[in-house]
T-cell receptor
Framework: AQSVAQPEDQVNVAEGNPLTVKCTYS??????LFWYVQYPNRGLQFLLK??????LVKGSYGFEAEFNKSQTSFHLKKPSALVSDSALYFC???????????FGSGTKLNVKP | SAVISQKPSRDICQRGTSLTIQCQVD?????MFWYRQQPGQSLTLIAT?????????ESGFVIDKFPISRPNLTFSTLTVSNMSPEDSSIYLC??????????????FGAGSRLTVL
């Protein structure tokens, strides 16, 4: 069965510091990996994706993520956090030949001034 | 990417009633999905809305409770039938595009927040 794990319910970081939101996955095949962000009372917004190629992908708002096949991970990173980055972040995976997306449980990011 | 309009954005309903949520997309899309996000939880796929045929439901969801229509490539509805307080959730419409325009990315509507009393 396919699954996505986000081991941290919440991540706290000070503004200006680097941030990491963790994601690991388990799929029986080649994965497509995604990060989404959800601001309060809003729908999910696409941040970035890994399909193939360079393991380091860059996305919106200065976020990036690194695909690590051996560790089956796709951690979200940003060099310098902003207070406005505070939101709920979801990792998702789908198989290359299948349209169903599997979402992690979400990680709440709190960036303190 | 596609722009999705969902309505209502929120509603408060009485136990035992039904509510239909509409999802309108500004362009033709290949796939349309309905997700549920219960308070403080992740997204759970309810069903895939198939154009011109019956929706494909995930385990734990049935057509009698969540009837879905998709009459064309830009519109779908989800009905939550015979509601109970356990149905209080955010219901999200989502789509993937055509092969040449972001088929790999899932785009979401703003959601419909449903409270059942």
């Amino acid at each position: 069965a396919q699954s996505v794990a986000q081991p941290e319910d919440q991540v706290n970081v000070a503004e200006g510091n680097p941030l990491t939101v963790k994601c690991t996955y388990s799929v029986s095949g080649n994965p497509y990996l995604f990060w989404y962000v959800q601001y309060p009372n809003r729908g999910l917004q696409f941040l970035l994706k890994y399909i193939t190629g360079d393991n380091l992908v860059k996305g919106s708002y200065g976020f990036e993520a690194e695909f690590n096949k051996s560790q089956t991970s796709f951690h979200l990173k940003k060099p310098s956090a902003l207070v406005s980055d505070s939101a709920l972040y979801f990792c998702a995976v789908r198989l290359y030949n299948f349209n169903k997306f599997y979402f992690g449980s979400g990680t709440k990011l709190n960036v303190k001034p | 990417s596609a722009v999705i309009s969902q309505k209502p954005s929120r509603d408060i309903c009485q136990r035992g009633t039904s509510l239909t949520i509409q999802c309108q997309v500004d362009s033709q899309v290949t796939m349309m999905f309905w997700y549920r996000q219960q308070p403080g939880q992740s997204l759970t796929l309810i069903a895939t809305a198939n154009q011109g045929s019956e929706a494909t439901y995930e385990s734990g969801f049935v057509i009698d409770k969540f009837p879905i229509s998709r009459p064309n490539l830009t519109f779908s509805t989800l009905t939550v039938s015979n509601m109970s307080p356990e149905d209080s959730s955010i219901y999200l419409c989502s789509v993937t595009g055509t092969q040449d325009s972001g088929a790999n990315v899932l785009t979401f509507g703003a959601g419909s927040r449903l409270t059942v009393l």
